[in-house]
């Protein structure tokens, strides 16, 4: 039986670091309101003028993984690119990402799917390797968000949250009965809600698809209804575990790492103790980094690696809730 397993892991961010205290400059806000709500101590952004997207952080990112998994280029026979940010309107990130290793004919695939991106992504890839359509698949996370956001005080409910910041992992085909790889996946998506957490311009529905108006108008930046996101959170991603536990046959406590994205400190403190883990089996980073959106899952998930909590024979659940709405997980052994 042909299982999708990750065999290796990447993360860059740009070396930018910004504080809540460099916050303070552009916006009325503080180092303690934004620990306080978020967790979040700092994050990277891109240096402003400097024409890096998406693609170029991904690129980094995965010539990293690349590296840990004994991959070259010319291996990768698909590219999935998970991204809220790409560098153009169209076309897709993933063909730049291509161009950037040196293919010139391997297909790529962008995921528009924002804090689930990377769970889609990984359900993709484990579809792609299951049916045979492909045996190396090159995933990506990644996010210029600091190009986007209002850093007025008019903004600074969503842009004191948002980091920059890509990760990768490659997806191989192993050949094995053995319960291996990705072991399930459940994705679930709500457009009605979709304008809780949204970018609305350029848009094809306007016409023409940016005007002066709204760009005065500040619609070229992201809006959230955070109160409600956050409530959302709170009831799916107990659901969604709950769901994909059944889907894979295994108990809560067969889990060795929860990694939820990292949307803020306290709903993951609060997912923890509502489905009763130990501390310690909640995975956080959005202390340094901040919300990096698609990046975040694969970025944390690479960190978790180097520091030795997840290793060969490791069960890790993935888990996130974002902009769609759209909230998923997925469960991996390592
Ligand atoms: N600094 C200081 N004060 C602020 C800031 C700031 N950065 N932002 C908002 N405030 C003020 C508000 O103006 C408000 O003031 P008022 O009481 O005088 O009106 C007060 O702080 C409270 O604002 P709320 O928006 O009610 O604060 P809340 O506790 O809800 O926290 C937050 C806001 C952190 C955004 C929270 O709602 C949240 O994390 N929501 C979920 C976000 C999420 O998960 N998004 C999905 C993933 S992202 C994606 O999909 C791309």
């Given amino acids: ?19 809540n205290a460099d916050l303070t400059r552009w916006m009325d806000t503080s180092d303690e309101w934004i620990r306080q709500r978020t ?35 010319e291996d990768i026979d698909l590219i999935i690119f998970a991204t809220l940010s790409p560098d153009l309107f169209f076309p897709g990130s993933g063909c730049l990402l291509q161009h950037k290793l040196g293919l010139s004919a391997t ?34 996370g990644a996010e210029v968000h600091s190009s986007g956001l209002d850093i007025s005080t008019a903004g600074r409910d969503v842009s004191v949250i948002f980091g920059d910041g890509a990760a990768a ?50 619609r070229h930046f992201p809006t959230m209804d955070g109160k409600s996101i956050f409530k959302e959170a709170v009831r799916r991603l107990p659901e969604v575990t709950r769901e994909v536990l059944e889907a894979t046959g295994l108990a809560l406590e067969d889990i060795d790492l929860f990694i939820p994205h990292q949307a803020n400190f ?16 909640v995975f956080h980073n959005i202390q340094r980094y901040g919300n990096t959106t698609a990046a975040s899952i694969p970025l944390a998930l690479d960190e978790a690696v180097e520091m030795g909590l997840v290793g060969q024979g490791s069960t890790v659940m993935f888990l996130g809730l974002g902009s769609g709405l759209t909230w998923a997980a997925a469960v991996h052994r390592f």
């Fill in 169 to 218: 992992v490659c997806v191989e085909a192993v050949d094995s009965d053995a319960p291996l790889g990705v072991l399930g996946s459940v994705l679930h998506a709500n457009g009605a809600l979709a304008e809780s957490l949204m970018t609305e311009a350029p848009a094809s529905r306007e016409w023409p698809r940016l005007t002066e108006a709204m760009l005065r108008e500040r």
């Fill in 39 to 73: 967790g979040i101590e700092q994050r990277y952004w891109v240096e402003e003028g400097v024409r890096t997207g998406a693609s170029d952080l991904g690129l980094a990112a995965s010539q990293r993984a690349m590296a840990k998994a004994g991959w070259q280029a």
């Fill in 1 to 19: 039986m042909k299982r999708a397993v990750i065999v290796g892991t990447g993360r860059y961010v740009p070396p930018r670091v910004v504080t």
């Fill in 107 to 140: 297909p790529a695939l962008d995921i528009r799917q924002q804090c689930t991106g990377f769970i889609y992504g990984l359900a993709t890839a484990d579809a792609y390797i299951r049916s045979g359509m492909a045996r190396r698949i090159l995933l990506v």
């Fill in 266 to 281: 306290r709903i993951n403190q609060f997912y923890q103790q509502s489905m009763k883990l130990p501390e310690k089996k």
